[in-house]
């Protein structure tokens, strides 16, 4: 994946931001690493429009009240995320004791969990996601389906499509409407087949019927996105589908308050 084999920074992006009428964001860890987040956080630091910080944390880790005190007055970090989809078995990682402990000690600090695994494994955060309900939980990339296999394996749809449902029952989940260009076949970059667009639109009204507008936020996942479209791509695609589909209300929660309620983010003086 070449294109991601290069440092990207915030300003990398600005003119996509500015261009798009976007003027806060929340930055998400990339990197299994504690200093993935303190990374962020000074980015934060040199760029007021990154808002909020998603980092990363070991949950195994004995020493986590001392994590987190750490980082005490550093107000934009709004939660933490791991790489549960690489997990060779995420049910298993979440039960451990732990883990449990420690999310709860997140939760209790009023952080986020930003939930990440392919469609596959989301049978296996549901336990874990019903448990812990004193905070918001994030479901990222809608559960990631398998979009490039639902020609030809209706199975695939059907059950994503189930326990979308089932986690939205649950009113502490969120979830982000991003991540699936690079769920079609994006070797094709750039290329998206009508079969592509009717799948991509099909899981934003799933997701909306079953989280509703105010459970609803845009995601971006540049720089990642770059394996299929481009930011501009990606904004563009989910501002028609939130213009055809959301009243401008509903429109305001998607793009803005929603992440903020979510988040608990302090955003900077706006324009008008």
Same mark, same amino acid.
């Given at each position: 994946m070449p294109v991601l084999q290069r440092d990207y920074?915030?300003?990398?992006?600005?003119?996509?931001?500015?261009?798009?009428?976007?003027?806060a964001v929340v930055a998400v860890q990339a990197r299994a690493v504690v200093e993935e987040t303190d990374f962020l956080l000074n980015l934060a630091e040199l760029h007021p429009a990154v808002s909020g910080v998603v980092g990363w944390v070991d949950l195994a880790s004995t020493n986590m009240a001392q994590r987190l005190s750490?980082?005490?007055d550093r107000p934009? !970090?709004?939660? =933490?995320?791991?790489?549960?989809q690489d997990e060779p078995d995420v049910a298993r990682w979440l039960d451990s004791p732990q883990i449990r402990r420690n999310l709860q000690r997140l939760q209790t600090h009023r952080?986020?969990?930003?939930?990440?695994v392919f469609a596959h494994q989301l049978a296996d955060v549901m336990p874990f996601c019903a448990t812990h309900d004193a905070h918001w939980l994030v479901l990222?990339?809608?559960?990631?389906?398998?979009?490039?296999q639902w020609l030809s394996n209706q199975v695939a749809k059907d059950q994503w499509r189930r326990a979308v449902r089932e986690l939205a029952a649950?009113?502490?989940?969120?979830?982000?409407?991003?991540?699936?260009?690079?769920?079609?076949?994006?070797?094709?970059q750039?290329?998206?087949?009508?079969?592509?667009?009717?799948?991509? !639109?099909?899981? =934003?009204d799933e997701a909306l019927a079953s989280f509703g507008s105010q459970r609803l936020m845009f995601g971006s996942d540049w720089p990642v996105c770059q394996l299929a479209a481009s930011y501009d791509g990606v904004h563009g695609l989910v501002r028609q589908w939130a213009f055809s589909r959301l009243?401008?209300?509903?429109q305001a929660d998607f793009w803005r308050n929603n992440a903020i309620r979510c988040y608990g983010l302090t955003l900077p003086t706006l324009m008008p």
């Amino acid at each position: 994946m070449p294109v991601l084999q290069r440092d990207y920074l915030p300003e990398d992006c600005e003119t996509s931001w500015q261009a798009a009428q976007v003027q806060a964001v929340v930055a998400v860890q990339a990197r299994a690493v504690v200093e993935e987040t303190d990374f962020l956080l000074n980015l934060a630091e040199l760029h007021p429009a990154v808002s909020g910080v998603v980092g990363w944390v070991d949950l195994a880790s004995t020493n986590m009240a001392q994590r987190l005190s750490e980082w005490a007055d550093r107000p934009k !970090l709004r939660g =933490f995320r791991h790489l549960l989809q690489d997990e060779p078995d995420v049910a298993r990682w979440l039960d451990s004791p732990q883990i449990r402990r420690n999310l709860q000690r997140l939760q209790t600090h009023r952080l986020t969990y930003d939930v990440l695994v392919f469609a596959h494994q989301l049978a296996d955060v549901m336990p874990f996601c019903a448990t812990h309900d004193a905070h918001w939980l994030v479901l990222d990339h809608l559960g990631k389906p398998a979009l490039c296999q639902w020609l030809s394996n209706q199975v695939a749809k059907d059950q994503w499509r189930r326990a979308v449902r089932e986690l939205a029952a649950m009113p502490h989940v969120m979830c982000k409407l991003s991540g699936l260009v690079t769920q079609t076949r994006w070797q094709n970059q750039f290329a998206f087949t009508d079969h592509d667009i009717k799948h991509m !639109l099909f899981c =934003f009204d799933e997701a909306l019927a079953s989280f509703g507008s105010q459970r609803l936020m845009f995601g971006s996942d540049w720089p990642v996105c770059q394996l299929a479209a481009s930011y501009d791509g990606v904004h563009g695609l989910v501002r028609q589908w939130a213009f055809s589909r959301l009243s401008d209300s509903e429109q305001a929660d998607f793009w803005r308050n929603n992440a903020i309620r979510c988040y608990g983010l302090t955003l900077p003086t706006l324009m008008p």
